[in-house]
């Protein structure tokens, strides 16, 4: 899950960080009334989303009105960085952010090595540009330190920082201080991601210009605190729906649709149909019951993609029975009023009698006998 950088800001603060001084803005009004508390400004977007500066979502303000001129350029239009994808990200949110001279500019974060089972501190006297560029650049600037999950951060991890950012005296012990607080929310909030980019100098102390944290989707039931600071503007609503029915579902960018039971059956789907040529809209596991429910909220969200122009509907019935699955499948086709081809393989537990209740139903679905002619034909009935 990902949080604003003004709730990352939040959060370090509470863990003694030097964050600029600001406030959110929501409408002109309250960007008027904010930016009336600075001497100058800087108008931030607010998006699950880096990369702003350059897409022009970080825009320095000289008073007041400029700071109105800037954000009405900002706050309700879209924007396209490197990381928003093609359909960009809608700006629902502003931070009025105090304006502070910048003397240097560092990287810092701590983040999980999932291959070494550790945590690793990647910081960078470049910092400002994003890491990404920078690691295929110059990936000599940019130091790696590992920290084992077994005896913690020490002195000499922080000794390895300071001496890669060339901070030394009260500096080193400020970096000191950030480091351990960084460390200690990822332990505490189970945070995949915690990154200050840019960590700048300003009159000789480091102070955190920009924040971003991920977390750990899976232990966000021990942080309840952390599941409030959602923000569902921010989500695919075809996600957000999928999560009230408890379904795993994921949009992409293809036009053939998987409803699937099971995440490994609908890995192996998305695989076979992106090798006869085609590309999936999704990737949907309704789980192990796949009921007549599950199945018509899956449709529906299905067909809610404008992209999607064939159904693939492929489940295996082990416990489930194919015939009870097949009536689902029938119920919910006739309640979503589903126009494009729907093309479906059944396997496994009475799987006769559920193709026979597909044949009697009235709908016209393609069904196939195994999972490479139900990909071929939902390739050849959806186009493209
Ligand atoms: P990002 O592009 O989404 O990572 O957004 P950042 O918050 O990192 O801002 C991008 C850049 O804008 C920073 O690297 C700074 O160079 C600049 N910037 C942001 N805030 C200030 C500020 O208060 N003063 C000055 N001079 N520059 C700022
Ligand atoms: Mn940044």
Request: aromatic share 4%; hydrophobic share 45%.
């Amino acid at each position: 899950m990902k949080i604003h950088e003004y709730q990352a800001k939040e959060i370090m603060k509470e863990y003694g960080i030097k964050v600029p001084k600001e406030e959110l803005a929501l409408s002109i009004k309250e960007v008027e009334e904010k930016a009336s508390l600075f001497d100058g400004c800087v108008i931030k977007a607010q998006i699950h989303s880096g990369g702003r500066g350059k897409a022009g979502g970080v825009k320095l303000a000289d008073n007041v009105e400029d700071a109105v001129e800037k954000a009405q350029s900002i706050l309700g239009n879209y924007l396209y960085t490197k990381q928003s994808g093609p359909k960009g990200k809608l700006v629902n949110k502003l931070l009025i952010s105090e304006k502070i001279n910048i003397d240097a500019e560092y990287y810092l974060s701590v983040t999980v090595d999932n291959a070494k089972a550790n945590l690793v501190i990647i910081a960078s006297s470049e910092g400002g540009t994003e890491i990404e560029e920078l690691a295929i650049s110059n990936p000599e600037k940019i130091a790696k330190v590992n920290i084992p999950l077994t005896y913690g951060l020490r002195s000499f991890h922080i000794d390895e920082v300071a001496s890669a950012l060339k901070l030394e005296g009260d500096l080193k012990k400020e970096l000191s201080e950030i480091l351990k607080a960084l460390y200690n929310i990822v332990i505490d909030k189970d945070a995949s991601l915690v990154e200050i980019n840019p960590l700048i100098l300003s009159d000789n102390h480091l102070v955190a210009l920009d924040a971003k944290m991920n977390f750990d989707d899976n232990a966000l039931f021990m942080h309840p605190d952390i599941e409030a600071l959602a923000d569902p503007l921010e989500e695919d609503p075809k996600e957000l729906e999928a999560k009230k029915y408890d379904l795993n579902y994921i949009a992409l960018d293809g036009n053939i649709a998987c409803l699937v039971n099971g995440a490994g059956l609908a890995m192996a789907t998305m695989d076979i149909i992106s090798k006869f040529g085609g590309k999936p809209a999704n990737f949907l596991d309704v789980g192990g019951s796949a009921s007549e429910e599950k199945v018509t909220a899956a449709f529906n969200i299905l067909l809610q993609d404008e992209n999607v122009s064939a159904i693939l509907v492929n489940i295996f019935g082990g416990i489930m029975k194919c015939d009870v699955i097949a009536s689902g499948i029938v119920e919910a086709a006739k309640k979503c009023d589903v126009k494009v081809p729907l093309i479906v393989r059944l396997e496994g537990t009475n799987v006769k009698q559920g193709k026979e209740i597909l044949n009697n139903s009235g709908l016209s679905f393609i069904q196939a006998d195994d999972l490479a002619s139900a990909a071929k034909k939902a390739v050849e009935a959806g186009g493209q």
